[in-house]
């Protein structure tokens, strides 16, 4: 199955939350504690059997690059197996990429060369679990031409998306955007597959065709299948819908599936992490999420410099390196090499690597983006006028406090 199929990650656009990717791109956030938003697209690769897989990257790509290059290094190129960033190229003009179908446009000739009968177009910007080969096969079984995975959305689940209307023969009837909508429906999820054939046939067209705009990774099944609903391209078979969550698959179905869409969207999908059953199983044995990890000390608590108290951290997330010194921890998540000072108070947090909490602060409700150094003393998150004047907050309450931000 790896030769046959040619997959294409989109990671090129900025992407949300906006607070979180003003030194990096949207796949390239940090998230669950020790993981990248990239990292959920590209297990899936792994554990489906996929072997060929393109990084479409573009918008402040140095971190993606580097965490590729760190963490994903272990296909074998002997064997034709690749994970390979692809900035633009810049063959046909000397324009960046404008939208996602620009991107296969101005790569058409990694398409052509390859050996695929099949390429696979994911969103990079997206956590969720899904094994593709199930895709794969049930695509071979339809026929061919376009498949859609698609997501039950609606009231109480992830926003993102479009609508989609399917008949009982699995064929796409109708997509468009889902405006108040306060009944369950089908969306997109960012996950098509396309014959070769037919894509290199489209992809001048509808390229031509689509607006200029990285941040529409997540729309590839709109700009794949309107055309073809509306008569603007031709397809032999009608496209089709495959459900994501289904029986088919080795993935444990938690059919859990979020695009982080806003800073607070973000907060709560790592807090959801800390739940007794949280939405998203990242402890399934034989389905791990792979990702870099530095070389850093095992977590631990130790008792205070002054005061003499134990650390302690209740119901939350230690990544390695951190070390929490005589300060109490509770339904947080920190990352690498995070220290917690004594008399510190840290909850509902998310710390990224490096951050320090000076002796005695208190960090509520609070994104620290990587190395924030938070003083001794400090209180943030409990008087949201204060924080306000000095930090973004969104409409949730959710301080962030940018990298390099001087407090």
């Given at each position: 199955?790896?030769?046959?199929?040619?997959?294409?990650?989109?990671?090129?656009?900025?992407?949300?939350?906006?607070?979180?990717?003003?030194?990096?791109?949207?796949?390239?956030?940090?998230?669950?504690?020790?993981?990248?938003?990239?990292?959920?697209?590209?297990?899936?690769?792994?554990?489906?059997?996929?072997?060929?897989?393109?990084?479409?990257?573009?918008?402040?790509?140095?971190?993606?690059?580097?965490?590729?290059?760190?963490?994903?290094?272990?296909?074998?190129?002997?064997?034709?197996?690749?994970?390979?960033?692809?900035?633009?190229?810049?063959?046909?003009?000397?324009?960046?990429?404008?939208?996602?179908?620009?991107?296969?446009?101005?790569?058409?000739?990694?398409?052509?060369?390859?050996?695929?009968?099949?390429?696979?177009?994911?969103?990079?910007?997206?956590?969720?679990?899904?094994?593709?080969?199930?895709?794969?096969?049930?695509?071979?079984?339809?026929?061919?031409?376009?498949?859609?995975?698609?997501?039950?959305?609606?009231?109480?689940?992830?926003?993102?998306?479009?609508?989609?209307?399917?008949?009982?023969?699995?064929?796409?009837?109708?997509?468009?955007?889902?405006?108040?909508?306060?009944?369950?429906?089908?969306?997109?999820?960012?996950?098509?597959?396309?014959?070769?054939?037919?894509?290199?046939?489209?992809?001048?067209?509808?390229?031509?065709?689509?607006?200029?705009?990285?941040?529409?990774?997540?729309?590839?099944?709109?700009?794949?299948v309107s055309p073809m609903l509306d008569g603007r391209a031709t397809c032999s078979n009608p496209p089709t819908a495959y459900r994501f969550g289904g029986e088919r698959g080795r993935v444990t179905q938690d059919r859990y599936w979020s695009d982080l869409g806003s800073t607070d969207a973000y907060f709560r999908a790592n807090m959801d992490l800390l739940k007794a059953e949280p939405p998203l199983n990242l402890y399934q044995a034989d389905w791990n999420i792979l990702t870099y990890q530095g070389q850093y000390p095992p977590a631990r608590t130790v008792p205070g410099p002054t005061s003499?108290?134990?650390?302690?951290?209740?119901?939350?997330?230690?990544?390695?390196?951190?070390?929490?010194?005589?300060?109490?921890?509770?339904?947080?998540?920190?990352?690498?090499?995070?220290?917690?000072?004594?008399?510190?108070?840290?909850?509902?947090?998310?710390?990224?690597?490096?951050?320090?909490?000076?002796?005695?602060?208190?960090?509520?409700?609070?994104?620290?983006?990587?190395?924030?150094?938070?003083?001794?003393?400090?209180?943030?998150?409990?008087?949201?006028?204060?924080?306000?004047?000095?930090?973004?907050?969104?409409?949730?309450?959710?301080?962030?406090?940018?990298?390099?931000?001087?407090?």
């Open positions: 199955m790896s030769s046959k199929t040619l997959t294409f990650v989109f990671a090129a656009e900025r992407g949300t939350p906006a607070l979180l990717t003003e030194h990096r791109c949207k796949a390239a956030v940090p998230v669950a504690g020790k993981y990248r938003v990239i990292d959920f697209t590209l297990a899936n690769c792994l554990h489906s059997g996929l072997r060929q897989v393109l990084v479409l990257s573009q918008y402040k790509s140095h971190s993606l690059h580097k965490h590729l290059r760190d963490g994903w290094s272990l296909f074998n190129a002997e064997l034709g197996e690749f994970i390979t960033a692809v900035p633009p190229q810049m063959r046909y003009d000397s324009g960046w990429y404008r939208n996602a179908m620009d991107a296969l446009r101005q790569n058409r000739y990694l398409i052509e060369r390859s050996p695929a009968d099949t390429v696979l177009l994911l969103d990079g910007g997206l956590v969720y679990r899904m094994d593709y080969a199930e895709l794969i096969e049930f695509h071979r079984e339809q026929g061919g031409g376009v498949t859609c995975a698609l997501r039950q959305a609606g009231p109480g689940s992830a926003a993102g998306g479009v609508k989609v209307e399917v008949d009982g023969a699995d064929r796409i009837t109708a997509i468009g955007n889902a405006i108040d909508v306060d009944a369950p429906y089908e969306s997109t999820m960012g996950v098509v597959l396309i014959d070769k054939a037919l894509l290199l046939e489209q992809v001048e067209a509808l390229s031509a065709a689509t607006e200029a705009g990285m941040d529409s990774g997540v729309d590839l099944a709109t700009q794949l003499g108290n134990e650390g302690i951290f209740v119901n939350s997330m230690l990544a390695a390196g951190t070390v929490i010194r005589g300060g109490g921890v509770s339904h947080s998540v920190l990352y690498p090499r995070v220290q917690v000072e004594d008399g510190a108070i840290v909850d509902e947090a998310i710390l990224f690597e490096g951050v320090r909490i000076g002796a005695n602060a208190r960090v509520r409700r609070c994104i620290c983006d990587k190395d924030v150094v938070i003083p001794a003393g400090a209180c943030i998150g409990e008087d949201r006028r204060a924080d306000a004047e000095r930090f973004e907050v969104s409409d949730e309450g959710i301080v962030v406090i940018l990298k390099g931000q001087s407090i």
